[in-house]
């Protein structure tokens, strides 16, 4: 495996792995923070008439977003995972390269970029 040669043992190629992990989980569910705090900006009264109310719904997603800055800090002070956490950029500019390559051959052959998803129960598309 060529993550192996990027350091001397299995473990610093686990760390390697787990630690650009960790980076994407924390970036997913910040999106869904800041998400949820732009949803309840522009629409206050449908998470008030929500079955699914969120606790403290002004508190928690700063909170959130809080914690998952100090664990970048604490990634970022470790000597085991800061190079990991400097390569993580190096990944979404991949991936948004490969977007970017599959959104043009999707374009070029007319086919849409995004599938309509049916709402359960209603018959109707999101």
């Known amino acids: 495996m060529p993550i192996l040669l990027l350091g001397d043992s299995v473990i610093e190629a686990?760390?390697?792995?787990?630690?650009?992990?960790?980076?994407?989980?924390?970036?997913?569910?910040?999106?869904i923070a800041i998400s949820f705090i732009?949803?309840?900006r522009k629409h206050p009264e449908r998470h008030a008439s929500s079955k699914?109310?969120?606790?403290?719904?002004?508190?928690?997603?700063w909170v959130v977003l809080a914690f998952f800055a100090f664990?970048?800090?604490t990634l970022a002070l470790a000597d085991d995972t800061r190079l990991p956490l400097m390569y993580t950029p190096i990944w979404f500019v991949v991936l948004a390269g490969m977007w970017q390559l599959t959104k043009r051959r999707l374009t070029r052959e007319g086919r849409p970029l995004t599938a309509a998803v049916e709402i359960p129960g209603t018959g109707e598309d999101a």
């Open 14 to 31: 686990f760390t390697f792995v787990t630690s650009v992990a960790s980076t994407f989980i924390l970036f997913i569910w910040s999106m």
């Open 38 to 40: 732009q949803y309840l």
């Open 52 to 61: 699914f109310k969120t606790p403290l719904p002004r508190v928690v997603p």
């Open 71 to 73: 664990i970048l800090v």
